[in-house]
DNA sequence: CTGTTAGCGCATTCAC
DNA sequence: GTGAATGCGCTAACAG
């Protein structure tokens, strides 16, 4: 009464059924080639599907030294950021009949190069990298090795990247704020070593200017990504004096915990504090105060981030792909408050 | 100048090296052997570690006929509980050298349905599967065509299973209110097709009986599993007569909805509502309100579920495992308002 | 367009 | 213990 150990049907049960070799099969079934519409190229396709043949992807990738597998690097993927976009990325993968797999580096480097392995190990065809810090390079030591890789959401302008415009995200935000009459504007800024928070960054000093203010220094504070983070800084900043009369912060988790240390002082959103967050992950919209924040094409990021793998992959010469943001205006922004 | 396509090493490589024949080689470096200590093994291995060494995944499955793969479904990476779960699924994968790849169903039967085959394509050794419902197989035609599966999360009487104690973490919840001095409290039950929301009901009705609190049917409140649908139940049954004084949401989303609506509808939470989730995601405790809530040992269930894997595989009968949860106090739960 | 042949890198016979 | 030979399932080089 034991299970039949029932072995999928190989390209040889195909020929045989088709009456022909194995070889022709192979061929007709091969997705680079061109699809020939002969009557033998027809009948295997109907053989092959009638079957249920489906190619071994091992044998397969051992004979053409390839797997159709991309390999993907995140630093967890309880950021729903990060979940995001490996989502998309894997979406754009099996439009493509490739395979997205995943590791985490928690952010730690030697956790990064082992789960860096983990993928080599998998034989992916290259690599997408969501880690990059400026000023440290992994990419160079992948390369000479001759793997292709890329970066998605930040770039290091040597490697390949798809990412967002964060300077110009980064503006949106912050004239958003000016508009409302904001002009005492504190920056979560987020880490030195991202160049999306460099960017961010960069457009927040530009919107700025553009109203006259120019000795923002003071406004900027680093941070990292975290909502840990984000209530750490809010919670110094806004006890001080001179209180800023709205937040940008550099993503929605600091902009959550920019949020939690207001209501901990007893500020009220957005009448006495405004506060702007970056990326809209869904639990932004569902708040108790839905956030004002700036949406990001992830999808689009995930497209380009392949076609520059393939690029990488044809010795192509490196190029940035930048996609637009748009502002998302929710309940944490209002005018600023009057005087009293 | 371009650069030295350099092929990785091969067991034939070290089996010159070493000077021995490559059948040695592959035997000494047979993980499922046990370690020989003769002087020639260790040669070979000082060899194979000098030369940078790796074993080609795609030839020793294609040999071996497995490729110490696991494939884990998901409805969606972006729900954090999904993330948190298949994270500590990869994890206890590679401490035994194995590598968990993963696909989303977005909930749609359809696409689960090509997720499963995406995944079996890949040729993985089992499937864990996160999206079990009660009353419809995926699992039986999965066995018939010899593939070994478990579930994680949910159960369905049938497949191994490795969960968390839903009976008992509904009952810790409810009996946390009860506590508090709540008899008047809501449900937000979950969708009736998942084992671990019935489980959670359970425990619900448990500590309600208890309490002396018989008639609860009316309290009772079907959803999803999303914050949105928590916020849409709660919208209509806090304005409803006889508004509850608590409410039980059958996950952190739901709940972070239901603050959602307290707030849109002026109720102060805990002084006029007292709110538990389920699940301890990050985002709970860096709410404005720290939500008060349940956490479930996800790396537990992970590890289990592996374990559950080997057993199936080895066609030892089905067993479940089932965890204990703990109740995390925060401050959406407070004593009962005094009555006006 | 088709078939024959060889071999990707490894694990497993089988003989010693 | 060790080595020679075979083949996992597929693709590629070659000849027709």
Excluded: W
Aim: a negative charge; charged letters at 25%; glycine letters at 6%.
């Amino acid at each position: 009464m034991s299970e039949a150990p029932v072995r999928p049907p190989t390209i040889l049960d195909v020929a045989r059924e088709a009456g022909v070799s194995k070889s022709t099969v192979s061929r007709v079934l091969d997705e680079r080639l061109p699809t020939s519409h002969s009557p033998t190229a027809q009948r295997v396709r109907e053989v092959a599907q009638r079957l249920g043949y489906r190619r071994d992807r091992f044998a397969s990738a051992l004979r053409r030294q390839q797997t159709r597998t991309v390999g993907v690097l995140v630093p967890r993927l309880t950021d729903t950021v990060m979940a995001m976009t490996f989502e998309r990325i894997a979406a754009a993968c099996a439009r493509r009949d490739q395979f997205a797999i995943v590791a985490t580096t928690d952010d730690d480097p030697a956790t990064e190069r082992e789960a860096i392995e983990r993928l080599l190990d998998q034989r992916v065809d290259g690599l997408v990298l969501t880690t990059a810090r400026l000023g440290d390079d992994v990419t160079s030591g992948l390369r000479e090795r001759g793997v292709p890789v890329v970066l998605a959401l930040r770039s290091d302008g040597t490697t390949p990247s798809a990412a967002g415009d964060d300077e110009l995200g980064g503006y949106l935000a912050t004239r958003h704020l000016v508009d409302l009459g904001h002009r005492r504007i504190a920056l979560v800024a987020g880490p030195a070593y991202a160049s999306s928070a460099l960017g961010r960054r960069a457009g927040f000093r530009r919107a700025l200017a553009e109203a006259g203010v120019e000795d923002v220094d003071h406004l900027v504070h680093e941070s990292a990504f975290s909502m840990e983070s984000g209530e750490e800084v809010a919670r110094r900043v806004l006890a001080g004096t001179d209180r800023p009369t709205a937040v940008f912060a550099v993503n929605d988790n600091t902009a959550i915990g920019v949020l939690a240390a207001a209501q901990a002082l007893g500020l009220s959103v957005p009448d006495d504090l405004s506060v702007v967050g970056y990326n809209d992950v869904p639990v932004s919209a569902r708040l108790p105060q839905p956030l004002t924040t700036v949406r990001v094409p992830f999808d689009q990021i995930a497209s380009a981030a392949l076609e520059l793998l393939d690029e990488a992959r044809a010795q192509a010469p490196a190029r940035d792909v930048t996609v637009a943001p748009t502002l998302i205006p929710r309940s944490t922004s209002g005018p600023v408050p009057t005087q009293v």
